[in-house]
Each structure stands twice: as structure tokens, then as C-alpha cells.
């Protein structure tokens, strides 16, 4: 049993107190964000903005560049989507969830595309770009930025990015040392899921009623 608990737990070892449980308590705000976010609560935004802030401050200190960008990313998006949930499109009604339009598909492509410039440039500029790590951050980062900008226009596709970045950083933050975070992107990805499907089936009744 001890074996088992070192290889997941063991690297904590190594770290302080107010580390890990601020990890911990970052981990419990962004699984609370996620599940908002299925029921499509507004609540998603200001429990991410409280996760994001201390994941800002955590990775920043692990010198995690990539991990940190997308965080504070995730923190003034979650003030933008904030505002745009909150937003009335007449006297009633706030914005409803939707799918992407043909010209917003072409700026998903271009954030996408624009993140891996972004980020390749920022791990050469600080010569991060020493390990294979830096090329799924890189990719990682891309996925989320595209996600967070879609959910902050409650665009059905965000559950797609989320859910492929969330799946490839499971492995991702294990390897890095940081099992809670990984646990926490297991219950991303099962909560993703179930919002996806939750999100459609609000999106087809929407349209049937229409």
C-alpha cells in the first residue's frame, strides 16, 4: 500500500504545506467551475477565477510557463465569459448557448494557430524548450485557449477542446509531479463529457421550440 501511495503522493515530499493544499484547494474550486459549467451556472466564472488565480501563483513559482499562460489566460477569460453569460440580448433574455458561426470557426483556427506561435516564442525566449514536455504544453495551451474563448461565448464546442486538452493533460501533470491536478483533469474530462451532452440536449430542445 505504501508503494502505491509513493508513487502517487511521493514527490509532495518535496514540497511545502502551503503548496499542497493550496493545490488542493485550487483542485476542489476548478472541479466546482467544471460542474457549473455543466448545468451552465453562472457560478462557473467566479469559482474558475478563484482556481485560476492560485494556479497562477503555484506555477509560477514551478517555473511551468506554459501551465502558468494558460491560468491567467483562464482568469481573464473567465471575467470576460462573466460578463457575456450576465449579458441581455433583449429585455429577458441573457446569451443562450449556441454553435459556432462560419466566421468563428475561422478565428478558432486562428487562436489555435496563434497560441502555438505564441507559446513556442515564450519557451525560446526563456529556453524552456528543453524537454518533449514543451511540445503537449505547447499544444495543450492551444486547445484550452480555444475552449476558454468558446465557452465564454457558451458555444457548444468548447466541451471538444476542453475535453482533448483535458485528456492529454492526465498524463501530462502526472509525469510533471502533480497528481492532484491530474485527478482533478480525470474528473474534467468525465464532467466534460456529461456537460457536452447536457449542453446539447438544452441546445436541441431550444431549436425544436424555436
Same mark, same amino acid.
Given at each position: 500500500m505504501s508503494q502505491i501511495f509513493d508513487f502517487f503522493f511521493g514527490q509532495y515530499a518535496e514540497y511545502s504545506t502551503l503548496h499542497i493544499t493550496l493545490e488542493i484547494i485550487a483542485v476542489l474550486f476548478g472541479i466546482a467551475s467544471v460542474f !457549473? $459549467?455543466? !448545468?451552465?451556472?453562472?457560478? /462557473? +466564472?467566479?469559482?474558475?477565477?478563484v482556481s485560476t488565480a492560485i494556479y /497562477? +501563483?503555484?506555477?509560477?513559482?514551478?517555473?511551468?510557463?506554459?501551465? @502558468? @499562460? *494558460?491560468n491567467a489566460y483562464y482568469f481573464i477569460m473567465s471575467i470576460y465569459g462573466w460578463y457575456v453569460w450576465t449579458r441581455k440580448i433583449d429585455e429577458t433574455h /441573457?446569451?443562450? *448557448?449556441?454553435? #459556432?458561426?462560419? *466566421?468563428?470557426k475561422i478565428i478558432e483556427v486562428s487562436i489555435f494557430i496563434a497560441t502555438l506561435i505564441f507559446v513556442y516564442v515564450v +519557451? *525560446?525566449?526563456f529556453d524552456k524548450w528543453n524537454d518533449w514536455t514543451a511540445y503537449v504544453d505547447t499544444l495543450t495551451t492551444a486547445f484550452f485557449f480555444v475552449g476558454m474563448w468558446l465557452l465564454a461565448k457558451r458555444k457548444i464546442e468548447n466541451w471538444i477542446f476542453l475535453i482533448i486538452g483535458d485528456i492529454i493533460s492526465i498524463p501530462l501533470y502526472f509525469y510533471k509531479g502533480y497528481t492532484f491536478t491530474s485527478f482533478q483533469y480525470v474528473l474534467f474530462t468525465i464532467i466534460a463529457i456529461f456537460g457536452y451532452l447536457a449542453w446539447k440536449k438544452s441546445l436541441d430542445k431550444?431549436? $425544436? #421550440?424555436a
Amino acid at each position: 500500500m505504501s508503494q502505491i501511495f509513493d508513487f502517487f503522493f511521493g514527490q509532495y515530499a518535496e514540497y511545502s504545506t502551503l503548496h499542497i493544499t493550496l493545490e488542493i484547494i485550487a483542485v476542489l474550486f476548478g472541479i466546482a467551475s467544471v460542474f !457549473f $459549467a455543466w !448545468f451552465n451556472k453562472i457560478w /462557473v +466564472y467566479p469559482t474558475g477565477i478563484v482556481s485560476t488565480a492560485i494556479y /497562477v +501563483y503555484l506555477l509560477l513559482k514551478w517555473a511551468l510557463l506554459g501551465d @502558468m @499562460m *494558460i491560468n491567467a489566460y483562464y482568469f481573464i477569460m473567465s471575467i470576460y465569459g462573466w460578463y457575456v453569460w450576465t449579458r441581455k440580448i433583449d429585455e429577458t433574455h /441573457v446569451t443562450p *448557448i449556441s454553435r #459556432t458561426t462560419s *466566421i468563428e470557426k475561422i478565428i478558432e483556427v486562428s487562436i489555435f494557430i496563434a497560441t502555438l506561435i505564441f507559446v513556442y516564442v515564450v +519557451y *525560446i525566449t526563456f529556453d524552456k524548450w528543453n524537454d518533449w514536455t514543451a511540445y503537449v504544453d505547447t499544444l495543450t495551451t492551444a486547445f484550452f485557449f480555444v475552449g476558454m474563448w468558446l465557452l465564454a461565448k457558451r458555444k457548444i464546442e468548447n466541451w471538444i477542446f476542453l475535453i482533448i486538452g483535458d485528456i492529454i493533460s492526465i498524463p501530462l501533470y502526472f509525469y510533471k509531479g502533480y497528481t492532484f491536478t491530474s485527478f482533478q483533469y480525470v474528473l474534467f474530462t468525465i464532467i466534460a463529457i456529461f456537460g457536452y451532452l447536457a449542453w446539447k440536449k438544452s441546445l436541441d430542445k431550444n431549436l $425544436a #421550440t424555436a
